[in-house]
C-alpha cells in the first residue's frame, strides 16, 4: 500500500499541475491583451494624424472655392457691366437707326408721290 501512495498523485501537486498551465495562459492573454491595446493606440493615432491631413485639406478647398467664388463674382459684375454698356450701346444705335429711317421715309414719301405721279402721267401717254 505504501507503494500506492507514493504512485497516486497527491491532491497539492495536482493544483500545482492544473496552476501552470492556467499561469501560462494567463501570460500569454496579457501578452495578447498588451499588444491589442499596443494596436489599438496605433490606429487611434493613425485616425488622428488623418482627420488632421483631411482637416487641412479642406480648408485648402474651402479657402480655393472661397478665392474661386470672389473671382466669379468679380468676373460676373464685370461681364453685366459690359452688357449693360452693350445694350446702351445697342439702344442707342436703335434709336439712331430709327430716327434716320424716319428722315429717310419722309423723305422716301414725298420722292415715292413724285415717282407715283410720274408714273401716272407716263402710263397715260401710253
Known amino acids: 500500500m505504501a ?5 497516486a498523485p497527491s491532491p497539492l501537486s495536482s493544483k500545482k499541475e ?3 498551465p492556467v499561469n501560462s495562459k494567463i501570460s500569454e492573454l496579457r501578452e495578447s491583451r498588451a499588444e491589442l491595446l499596443d494596436r489599438i493606440q496605433n490606429l487611434k493615432n493613425d485616425l488622428q494624424s488623418w482627420r488632421s491631413k483631411l482637416d487641412t485639406q ?19 459684375d464685370q ?6 454698356e452693350l445694350r446702351t450701346t445697342l439702344q442707342q444705335q436703335q434709336e439712331d437707326v430709327t430716327v434716320s429711317l424716319q428722315n429717310l421715309g419722309l423723305q422716301d414719301v414725298s420722292g415715292d408721290v413724285k415717282d407715283t405721279e410720274g408714273s401716272k402721267v407716263e402710263g397715260d401717254n401710253i
Do not use: G
Request: hydrophobic fraction near 35%.
Open 3 to 7: 507503494a500506492n501512495a507514493d504512485s
Open 58 to 76: 479642406v480648408k485648402s478647398y474651402r479657402d480655393e472655392l472661397s478665392d474661386l467664388k470672389k473671382t466669379l463674382n468679380v468676373e460676373v
Open 79 to 84: 461681364l453685366r457691366s459690359e452688357f449693360q
Open 18 to 20: 492544473n496552476l501552470t
